[in-house]
């Protein structure tokens, strides 16, 4: 694969390849399946994307039947790298979210550690002009959630307003194990990720490594 161009030795194609990965790192997918979703025409392209990911050690592939799936290595810490910088992408793509209104609630913030979510219609760029932005905080478990609560509160008087949860590490990782539909289970579909990512994923790949599927 051509690795001239991009961050971290990625290509633009495959970085769009990779985004399935990020946005449902718990799934299998196929060629095809990836095929369809990516839009890529190309089946050779898709198939040698996928065995040069797998042979890297970034994607896990089983054979089912006459099937290839390929699905995330989380288990490797390195990886996370990847995730955060696609994350990063996706963000910065993203220019018609109000940026300006979350600066507000996070210039009240101290502690800088911290997970911030865009949720809702937001996440799926679907939102209206009278949509409210709506946010989560997942914060260290030492940390009061305090200041976050009524930095949120501030938002509710900006236009669109701001709306938003906050939960600790734990909270959000017992939303994740439990076995009901919940918050927490609905951000981890729709989210865009504004910052702490990394905090984020070890969440995440905790839950799945105790059978979170999504």
Known sequence: MDRTIHKNGLVKKEINLLRLFVKEPWRKFTITEIKK???????HYVFEAMKGFSSSGLLRE????????????Y????????????E???????????????????NKLKNPF??????????????KPTSDLDIAFIIPNSEPKKQYEIALKEGELMI?????????????????ANTEFNYGKEF?????????AEMYYKILFEAMRHGFKG
């Not at 018609?96 to 209104?101: A, K, L, R, T, V």
């Open 188 to 196: 981890t579909k729709k989210h865009i990720i504004i910052q702490g």
């Open 88 to 106: 990063s992408l996706i963000k910065e793509e993203r220019r018609d979210i109000p940026y300006n209104n979350l600066r507000k609630i996070t």
């Open 114 to 127: 911290y997970t911030l979510l865009i949720c809702g219609s937001y996440a799926e760029k679907k939102q």
């Open 37 to 43: 979703l990516t839009k890529n025409r190309s089946h």
């Open 62 to 73: 089983e054979r089912k039947g006459n099937t290839n799936n390929y699905s995330l290595d």
């Open 75 to 86: 288990e490797k810490e390195e990886h996370l790298n990847y995730l955060v910088l696609i």
């Open 160 to 176: 669109p307003e701001v709306h938003g949860f906050v939960f600790t590490q734990n909270e959000a990782y017992q939303m994740l």
